[in-house]
Nanobody, 125 residues
Framework: QVQLVESGGGSVQSGGSLRLSCVASGYTSRISYMGWFRQAPGKEREGVAIIYSDTTATCTDSVKGRFTISQDNAKNTLYLQMNSLEPEDTAIYYC???????????????????WGQGTQVTVSS
């Protein structure tokens, strides 16, 4: 199994920045995709960005040019740099890893088998 622990959430004003981190442990050698998802109040969970090997992809157009996903393999850590934050970015952010199981697409949460506990990001106007 893979365990994921996120950190770095918090409260910022519109236009501010945050960097989320996610440390993976356990059977990390089995991980193929890793990604960030978010769930805003009253909304379904949505993909934000994913990384596969050295390839990244943005899952939602609203964060393009503002959010950057990256990883440090030596530290088994996934990052999400979030700049120019907007109130609409307010959500619980989850780190996810895929290490097998059915595949429905790289930005689909059902494709991921391990999840962190989530970290709250609140952006005020």
């Amino acid at each position: 199994q893979v365990q994921l622990v996120e950190s770095g959430g918090g409260s910022v004003q519109s236009g501010g920045s945050l960097r989320l981190s996610c440390v993976a442990s356990g059977y990390t050698s089995r991980i193929s995709y890793m990604g960030w998802f978010r769930q805003a109040p009253g909304k379904e969970r949505e993909g934000v960005a994913i990384i596969y090997s050295d390839t990244t992809a943005t899952c939602t157009d609203s964060v393009k040019g503002r959010f950057t996903i990256s990883q440090d393999n030596a530290k088994n850590t996934l990052y999400l740099q979030m700049n120019s934050l907007e109130p609409e970015d307010t959500a619980i952010y989850y780190c996810a890893a895929r290490s097998g199981g059915p595949y429905y697409g790289q930005c689909v949460d059902a494709s991921y088998s391990s999840w962190g506990q989530g970290t709250q990001v609140t952006v005020s106007s």
